[in-house]
T-cell receptor
Framework: TQLLEQSPQFLSIQEGENLTVYCNSS?????LQWYRQEPGEGPVLLVT?????EVKKLKRLTFQFGDARKDSSLHITAAQPGDTGLYLC????????????FGAGTRLFVKA | DSGVTQTPKHLITATGQRVTLRCSPR?????VYWYQQSLDQGLQFLIQ???????AKGNILERFSAQQFPDLHSELNLSSLELGDSALYFC???????????FGSGTQLSVL
């Protein structure tokens, strides 16, 4: 069982469409991070959200942290083929030591 | 380029063998993390070191071990390899503990 559940698992859309992917947990997180991973590469950090209800924008990407700090969403406006990749949410957990755990990810494919 | 260097990039070996994966963190980063990524399990936390000391442990098998050396580079040793150990192994580094992670490009391990 994943502590961080991501949905959908897979998303294939046309260029120009909008989309939202979700990251949910039954646990409270002090912060959540979003990473993007492209084939053959390691994940790259996009953003960290810290405050409940926080909204952060990164060009066409909008990240939101839930009020209760148990969930987060990533909205992409007018998706482009360059947005294709695996989107991972991650958060710190202090069990057996302080570690960063990841959700299983949403694999996004944007068709030109 | 994240600044984290992992070698080798690809490794093909046979069941029962032992391999060593190497990671050089970003300059100035004291924490090194090891993750295993497979298609069915996602990105799984294995172990973390901070300034040479083990700080957190995940679902790391007893056949696997790691260490961080005085120059802060780290090695992940995998022994008695099984087919199921085939995966991408990522190293990440951060300045402190559970801060934003910078990932290397990974080592693709294939056990035949």
């Amino acid at each position: 069982t994943q502590l961080l559940e991501q949905s959908p698992q897979f998303l294939s859309i046309q260029e120009g469409e909008n989309l939202t992917v979700y990251c949910n947990s039954s646990s409270v997180f002090s912060s959540l991070q979003w990473y993007r991973q492209e084939p053959g590469e390691g994940p790259v950090l996009l953003v960290t959200v810290v405050t409940g209800g926080e909204v952060k924008k990164l060009k066409r990407l909008t990240f939101q942290f839930g009020d209760a700090r148990k969930d987060s969403s990533l909205h992409i406006t007018a998706a482009q083929p360059g947005d294709t990749g695996l989107y991972l949410c991650a958060g710190p957990k202090n069990t057996g030591g302080f570690k960063t755990i990841f959700g299983a990810g949403t694999r996004l494919f944007v068709k030109a | 380029d994240s600044g984290v260097t992992q070698t080798p990039k690809h490794l093909i070996t046979a069941t029962g063998q032992r391999v060593t994966l190497r990671c050089s963190p970003r300059s100035g980063d004291l924490s090194v993390y090891w993750y295993q990524q497979s298609l069915d399990q996602g990105l799984q936390f294995l172990i973390q070191y901070y300034n040479g000391e083990e700080r957190a442990k995940g679902n790391i098998l007893e056949r696997f071990s790691a260490q961080q050396f005085p120059d802060l580079h780290s090695e992940l040793n995998l022994s008695s390899l099984e087919l199921g150990d085939s995966a991408l192994y990522f190293c990440a580094s951060s300045v402190g503990v559970a801060e934003k992670l910078f990932f290397g490009s990974g080592t693709q391990l294939s056990v035949l």
